[in-house]
């Protein structure tokens, strides 16, 4: 079935300092890849998306790269701050109304 | 906009007994929600998917008759956890699918202890 896989699995930068979470996916049919931060007992929050149409996706200090032909997605987080510190997963589907594949979750810790 | 509502955020309850978790979409209406499980420390595991109208598709291993999914409308689904026991105690989240975005979003979770 559909796997996806990410890395790494915990992520230690100094604020100010970028973060990069790479994820990998199996179902060459996934063509929606969303991004979800999650903190202690609440729900994941999707922070960005991208869809296969395109390569790459900005939004302030996040950023998103897709290579389709690789099967690779990453998230890009720039100018850490403390608050970006929390868990964070990629995902993959089919599109609207199809299951979310989750990866495995990357803990963010952003020191100060 | 966007929102998923979830409730309780926390229930505990005795072993045996049934425990009720609702998941609204405020404003957006949902042909599609999902019911996902998550241990401590792990990723999101889904349990089933919920259309409107029709019944519920679970993942392998789930037990269609002790985890009970209504979607009676485009903006509520229901979870069931039947005769609780203290393995079911989790993290359970729903989400749900919006049209107009084709984006899917997250309620915030009910965190449930079965004593």
């Known amino acids: 079935g559909e796997n996806v896989e990410q890395h790494p699995s915990t992520l230690s930068v100094q604020e100010g300092d970028s973060a990069v979470i790479k994820c990998t996916y199996s179902?060459?049919?996934?063509?929606?890849f969303p991004w979800y931060k999650q903190e202690l007992g609440k729900g994941p929050q999707l922070i960005i998306d991208?869809?296969?149409?395109?390569g790459e996706k900005k939004d302030q200090r996040i950023a998103v790269t897709l290579n389709k032909t690789a099967k690779h997605f990453s998230l890009h987080i720039t100018e850490t701050q403390p608050e970006d510190s929390a868990v964070y997963f990629c995902?993959?589907?089919?599109?609207?109304?199809?299951?979310?594949?989750f990866g495995a979750g990357t803990i963010l810790r952003v020191k100060s | 906009g966007a929102v998923v509502s979830q409730h309780p955020s926390r229930v505990i309850c005795k072993s045996g007994t049934s425990v009720k978790i609702e998941c609204r979409s405020l404003?957006?209406?949902?042909?599609?929600m999902f019911w996902y499980r998550q241990f401590p420390k792990q990723s999101l595991m889904l349990m089933a998917t919920s259309n409107e109208g029709s019944k519920a598709t679970y993942e392998q291993g789930v037990e269609k008759d002790k985890f009970l999914i209504n979607h009676a409308s485009l903006t509520l689904s229901t979870l069931t956890v039947t005769s609780a026991h203290p393995e079911d105690s989790s993290f359970y989240i729903c989400?749900?699918?919006?049209?107009?975005?084709?984006?899917?979003?997250f309620g915030s979770g009910t965190q449930l202890s079965v004593l």
């Open positions: 995902a993959a589907s089919r599109g609207y109304g199809n299951k979310l594949v």
């Open positions: 991208i869809r296969s149409n395109v």
């Open positions: 989400s749900a699918d919006s049209a107009t975005n084709e984006k899917l979003f």
């Open positions: 404003d957006f209406q949902a042909t599609t």
């Open positions: 179902d060459s049919a996934s063509n929606y």
